[in-house]
Nanobody
Framework: QVQLEESGGGLVQAGGSLRLSCTAS????????MGWFRQAPGKEREFVAA????????DYADSVKGRFTISRDNAKNTVYLQLNSLKPEDTAVYYC???????????????????WGQGTQVTVSS
C-alpha cells in the first residue's frame, strides 16, 4: 500500500507560479512511475504530467507544455510539479498518482494508476 500526500496548492494571480509536492510512503518509491492530474469543477480528471521511475523520461499535456515542469527526488520519496505562467483555466484540484512499473514508462491515463493522493487546490485569479 502506498500513501501519497500533496501540498503546495493555493491562490495565485494569473502569470504567477506555484510548486506542488507529493510525498509517498514506503521504501520503493523509485519503482513507481508518478503522475499529476487535475480536475476542475464539473469536468473529468485530466492528465497533466508524468515522470518515469528514474526521472529520465517525462510527458506533459499539450495545455501545460512549456509552463509546467515535473521532477522527482527518489531519495526524498517526493515528486514535484512546478507551475509557471499560470492561467485561470489552470484552476483545479491537482492530484498525484503512482503506479508500480518495471520499465521507464510514463502512464498518461487515470486508469493506469494504482494509488492517488487526496488532492491540493490550485486557484488562479484573473
Amino acid at each position: 500500500q502506498v500513501q501519497l500526500e500533496e501540498s503546495g496548492g493555493g491562490l495565485v494571480q494569473a502569470g504567477g507560479s506555484l510548486r506542488l509536492s507529493c510525498t509517498a510512503s514506503g521504501r520503493t518509491f523509485s519503482s513507481y512511475a508518478m503522475g499529476w492530474f487535475r480536475q476542475a469543477p464539473g469536468k473529468e480528471r485530466e492528465f497533466v504530467a508524468a515522470i518515469s521511475r528514474s526521472g529520465a523520461y517525462k510527458d506533459y499535456a499539450d495545455s501545460v507544455k512549456g509552463r509546467f515542469t515535473i521532477s522527482r527526488d527518489n531519495a526524498k520519496n517526493t515528486v514535484y510539479l512546478q507551475l509557471n505562467s499560470l492561467k485561470p483555466e489552470d484552476t483545479a484540484v491537482y492530484y498525484c498518482a503512482s503506479r508500480l512499473v518495471y520499465t521507464q514508462r510514463t502512464p498518461k491515463t487515470v486508469g493506469e494508476y494504482d494509488y492517488w493522493g487526496q488532492g491540493t487546490q490550485v486557484t488562479v485569479s484573473s
